[in-house]
């Protein structure tokens, strides 16, 4: 089992959102996917995150409400470029689930602001390993939905918090061709004593 679980992580490849299609998680396992997602390092136990789920119909609605802010918050550009990214702003949301991970910071303890971002993130990553051993392939995204404000407010993020992911997850149509991987030896120094 040790083994299988080292080449499920050694293996761990996003698939593009686009490529995810049903059979998506069902709401048992929508419930341990997000339980296994909360287990990350939290200092202080502050739990300094919470999630938006977006599946079924609200896929297509939150879709259509981003197509607007979209078009709205870019008079400027030409209209055919507008109406381009409009319409990816309209299919934002073509994977049978998406998560979206709100970090929201206890500005109010001495515990780093970065430390609960990270945490955040962690909730991310678990979200991927957790569809993945399920059986399900995912993606961790953000873009311009997660850093407009108006997208923001039509998502139900609050002031002080921020995406810290946007996770969709379903089944993959085709795993893409692996990719090139950082050099880890290249990146990775010993630390050592001065003298």
């Not at 995810?20 to 502050?46: N, Q």
């Not at 515990?111 to 678990?126: D, F, H, K, T």
Request: aromatic letters at 4%; one cysteine or more; charged letters at 20%.
């Amino acid at each position: 089992m040790r083994e299988t679980l080292i080449e499920a992580l050694e293996a761990r490849r996003s698939v593009p959102a686009a490529a995810l299609s049903e059979p998506g998680p069902t709401p048992s396992e929508l419930a341990r996917l997000l339980t296994i997602a909360a287990r990350v390092p939290d200092h202080a136990m502050l739990v300094p995150w919470r999630f938006i789920v977006i599946e079924g119909a609200a896929r297509r609605a939150l879709g259509a409400l981003l197509a607007e802010a979209y078009r709205a918050g870019n008079p400027q550009m030409a209209p055919e470029k507008r109406e381009k990214f409009a319409g990816i702003m309209s299919r934002l949301f073509p994977a049978p689930l998406a998560v979206v991970v709100v970090s929201r910071p206890n500005r109010e303890t001495m515990i780093p602001v970065v430390e609960q971002e990270l945490s955040a993130g962690a909730v991310c990553m678990n979200l991927l390993h957790g569809a993945r051993a399920l059986g399900f392939n995912g993606i961790w995204v953000t873009g311009w939905a997660a850093n407009d404000a108006q997208a923001l407010a039509h998502i139900g993020l609050a002031e002080g918090e921020r995406v810290a992911g946007i996770v969709h997850i379903g089944t993959a149509s085709e795993v893409p061709a692996e990719r090139p991987r950082p050099d880890v030896a290249a990146l990775t120094t010993r630390w050592s004593p001065p003298g």
